[in-house]
């Protein structure tokens, strides 16, 4: 393999790592039985806390403790009004990612004097990609997502949840738990996603996150709802991705290879939905038969 095949093989697994983390995330939140178009807004504001942690303490291990924590926190706030409240999850999953752009936008004022970018922060220092501890994390997500949800009675039960709520909870399964803890997992993996791609990028700009959470939802789609098959497609997108990165040196218009990776993500999507099967029950708010309490 030579110099530029190698750079460029880097540059796509760089790319795939946000898309990782967060499509595998989803995965777990989709197979409880909630659709997550919330990952957008988990990865921004996952990347805003690693942002302001780091700038203000001086350490990414804070920076990454801080974007869990915010990602937790707009992951709670999906679940309790989708699982709790019982409200449709695209309605809410839209709504929570433009209360979350205006949020971070505010915080970017607030914070840093600045409605567009933060303060320059060092990221992770380490010799390579291969080093980073973020990567490493991403890889061990796709393992133990697929273990956790494939190999253990707890991935039985959201797995179960997903499939037929009422059939679950007929059998003893506590069906808002389990979704709670499929929409926490993806906003914990999300929020990492958006922890990577600013300490990649140095600064945080409004709107980073730019699409990436709506493109790791249709990942795990064409994975067939699997972390590996997420993980897969999410090597697919960054490739389109890395393609847009070296046509934009060429003669093709920039806004035309700007939206190469979104018109590739719809001609797949359409290509795969037909052929895969979601959870029957995703999507739908479980009403307990109050009669059989």
Known sequence: MGIESLVILLQIIRLAVPYVFTSVGATFSERGGVVNLTLEGMMLVGAFGAALGQYQSGSALVGVFLALLCGLGVALLFAFVTVTLKADQIVAGIAINILVMGATRFGLSLLFGSSMNSARIAGIEVPSLLHDPLFLAAVVSVVAGHLLLFKTPYGLRLRATGESAESADSAGIN?????????????????????????????????MSAGRGYIALAAMIIGKWSPVGAALASLLFAATESMEIWLQTGWIPSQLVQSLPYVITLVVLAGFVGRASAPRDAGTPFEKNRLSE
């Open 175 to 207: 069906v808002d738990r389990m979704r709670y803890s499929g929409v926490l997992i993806s906003g914990a993996l999300a929020a990492l996603g958006g922890a990577f791609l600013v300490f990649q990028q140095h600064t945080f700009t409004d709107n």
